[in-house]
């Protein structure tokens, strides 16, 4: 090759490198791109209307609030807003929080400033002094911060700003991300490469990742961060590790968020040299005490631990005969004087308790209602088994009236496809949230349990498994970044429609032109119930392929543990299918409140999208829409997968709104997808037919391969196991 050649060669090369970055920082910037707005007659408007912007604080937060405000309208007006040291003429947006406003703004202001709390914004059109003005407050700089990224959103959305009278306030104080990441990088569950934590390279080098995370977060309100794995290594609460915490804390600390960490409970011994994690031994006791210390002198605001205890091999207390509430009270004490909280997880369940697993966490903690320490905050899963694509909401949400509990729901998508299926997961957020548990009658939603208005528990919060990994799009789906978007958005209103969510996360993240919207958002909409359909249609469960859960495995019966089993789950037999909770069964449904049970036991009653999960049905029992369980069940499993491909159909028509990359990245997914619920409705039907002993009925397409041949697939290297 010649010289000449050879360099041609390398400069395309470069080209296509660089190109390939800049495509895939469309990508990276999420739902903060700030693209140049559009439409004439609004960018006008806005233009108008933000002529300078005053700053009025000095904290490393306000300092961000005026950058992002800076970036953001600069870019989406083409424009930069002057600016301005005092409030000179109009147009102006005033930036700053209570304290530091005149007196004029705080006379104007007080009656808002009485409806937010701490973490509340107000975003104001005022007049001062006959002139125009929009200020953006609240009662600290955090508060300012968040309305700042509201304010940004309102562009973002070509929504008008010429009168704002907004007044909002976060309704749940924890609003955190777990992140299920090991300390060798590999996460748990995650789909979207590494762990962003570089702990090699902590603390000295700050990635810019870490930034932009927190600025992720901050815009949608998250405020905390859990940074370890539930299943937890004690290394991370050794001084090697509390330095690299040390330095991510102060990264995030100016955005609002809180550092967080798991605590293995056999930390004592592992890294303290105890012979014990006995919870009443003393010494245990001052271990942890010291060991909050060590962790407050170096992190003042530490938000507390996350425990996984005596749960899938986890230690905790019950290794010494204790409970989980000499467990968490014995934490609580430890970080109490320093404001910290203790998550306490009650996602528990023994292979030696013969009880239906639904059962499990219900009968262990009910009975602790009210016994524990004021910062402790109980965990819930947001149902009874594990993050299926769809579960009734878990019975301890509405059992637990002394003791405050939080949601944890699941964002990366264990059992929804991986990063691979466009599943939009703030409907199945939405569905939990909204469902009652009549705890104290009609309207006990599970929002008004976490959000504290039910209990008035004053300790509230939200939890949600992170899909964030080091992938150049963070989340591996271009689309399951608006499950981590809606997961904040939600968690700052559990009161939110997830229409409304996907709506603004569509217009931030790809486009506002409606053509685009209207069927795209449709897309989202409906992207979650086409998973359930073609995996686990009409209440089934837990029939994914062991290990990894990836892809189908009705037909797993052979593992150590009986509730490991996915034919523990849908009990199929000759005579039907289903797991049945009712009286007639396992009684799990007298865990809900009466009114709840009632309509659960009765198989009239219960609504069909639960119907496998209370009650075992005869193959030929008639569905509401007069099929039979089996016809149905094939349909349901063939409307998945004509779901997937109507999606496509709308994906394929939205080319020309969208750029290339993210385009194409999508339609390659979107074929994945098509192909897997395919797979999953052709390997659980032909399971299933064993057992009904029936014909496919019309309209569902006949598998290709045997289920030999589905039984015969593996996966050795799956991510996230
Ligand atoms: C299960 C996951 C497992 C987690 C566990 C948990 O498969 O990796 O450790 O949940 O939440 O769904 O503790």
Known sequence: MTGIKKTFLRLLALFFMISGTASAQKDYKLWLRYDKIQDA???????????????????????????????GISHMLENKPEIRSAINGENNLIVGSQTALNSDLKKVLASDFDKINN??????????????????????????????????????????????????SPKINLRVLNHWDNLDRTVERGYAGFSLWNWQKLPDFIDQRYIDYARANASIGINGTVLT??????????????EKIEA???????????????????APIEIGG??????????????WKDKAKEIYKRIPDFGGFLVKANSEGQPGPQNYGRDHVDGANMLADAVAPFGGVIMWRAFVYSEHDANDRAKQAYAEFQPYDGKFKDNVIVQVKNGAIDFQPREPFHPLFGAMKKTPIMMEFQITQEYLGFSTHLAY???????????????????????????????????TGIAGVSNIGNDLNWTGHPFAQANWYGFGRLAWDPYLD???????????????????????????????????????PLGLHHIM???????????????????????????????????DRAKTGTNATAQYAPEVEKVFDNLETCPEQDLLWFHHVSWDYKLKNGQTLWNGMALKYQEGVNQVQEMQKTWNNAGKYVDEERFKEVQMLLEIQSKEAKWWRDACLLYFQQYSGKELPVGVEKPKQTLEYFKSLKFPFAPGN
Not at 123 to 138: E, R
Not at 231 to 239: C, F, H
Not at 248 to 266: C, D, E, H, M, Q
Not at 274 to 287: E, I, Q, R, S
Request: glycine fraction near 6%; hydrophobic fraction near 40%; charge should be positive.
């Open 229 to 242: 794995n539930v299943n937890a290594n004690a290394l991370i609460l050794t001084p090697q590790y509390l």
């Open 274 to 287: 105890l012979k014990t994690a006995d919870p009443k031994d003393v010494a245990v006791a001052n271990w």
């Open 41 to 71: 007659v609004i960018a006008s408007e806005y233009k108008n209307n933000l002529k300078g912007i005053v700053s009025l604080g000095s904290s490393e937060t306000a300092k961000i609030s005026l950058a992002e405000l800076e970036t």
């Open 498 to 536: 997830s229409e409304l969510i996907a709506d603004e996360w569509l217009r931030c993240t790809f486009s506002n032109d409606e053509n685009f919207i209207k069927p795209v958002k449709e897309m989202m909409i409906t992207s979650r119930e086409a998973v359930v359909n073609y995996m686990t």
């Open 119 to 168: 973490e509340g914004f107000i975003i104001k059109s005022i007049s001062l002094k006959n002139k125009k003005q929009i200020v953006i407050t609240g009662k600290n700089d955090v508060g300012v911060l968040y309305g700042v990224y509201s304010f940004l959103r309102l562009i973002q959305t070509n929504k008008s700003i010429k009168n704002l009278s907004i007044v909002d």
């Open 425 to 459: 997961l703030p409907k199945l957020f939405q569905e939990v949230l909204a469902s009652d548990t009549y705890q104290k009658g009609k309207g006990s939603t599970v929002a008004k349990v976490i959000d504290g208005s039910l209990t008035h528990t004053k300790l």
């Open 248 to 266: 991510l804390a102060n990264v995030f600390r100016p955005y609002g968020i809180k550092v967080y960490l798991t605590a293995r409970f056999s």
């Open 545 to 579: 392929d062991t290990g990894h859960h990836y892809g189908p495995g009705p037909w797993i019966s052979d593992l150590s543990r009986p509730e490991w089993n996915p034919t523990y789950y849908h009990k199929a037999d000759k005579n039907g299918i289903g797991f």
